[in-house]
């Protein structure tokens, strides 16, 4: 059962997205990070196979930052959420090495 930790600061966004993964079955949802250091400290402790990432949350990081985590974490997967859909952005994280990229459009099926 993989541990899921959301990154997001927007309280309703957050409880959009436990809504959502709880309807799907062996995730369970283990924390939430509302800032990088909140983010960079509860990966430590709760060292979840999964960090769910807003894209709009992005912006107070530096990309490169970001690619640091499994670097430390190797444990952690990140997963961008976005509701861009801009070859240009996704090619951005992808270059620094953030593979997995998925858009606020996509089906529960995606998900």
């Known amino acids: 059962m993989p541990n899921v930790m959301i990154a997001d600061n927007q309280f309703l966004t957050y409880k959009g ?3 959502t993964l709880s309807d799907i079955p062996d995730i369970r949802i283990v924390g939430r990070a509302a800032n990088q250091t ?13 960090l769910i990432i807003d894209h709009k949350y992005v912006e107070h990081f530096n990309i490169s930052e970001l690619k640091l985590i499994p670097q430390q974490f190797d444990f952690a997967r990140i997963l961008i959420l976005s509701n ?8 951005d994280f992808m ?12 089906s529960f099926t995606e998900l």
């Open 38 to 50: 909140e983010l960079m400290q509860m990966t430590a402790r709760l060292k979840p196979d999964v």
């Open 84 to 91: 861009r859909q801009h070859k240009n952005e996704i090619l």
């Open 95 to 106: 270059n620094e090495g953030i593979t997995n990229y998925i858009t606020k459009t996509c």
């Open 17 to 19: 997205m436990i809504a």
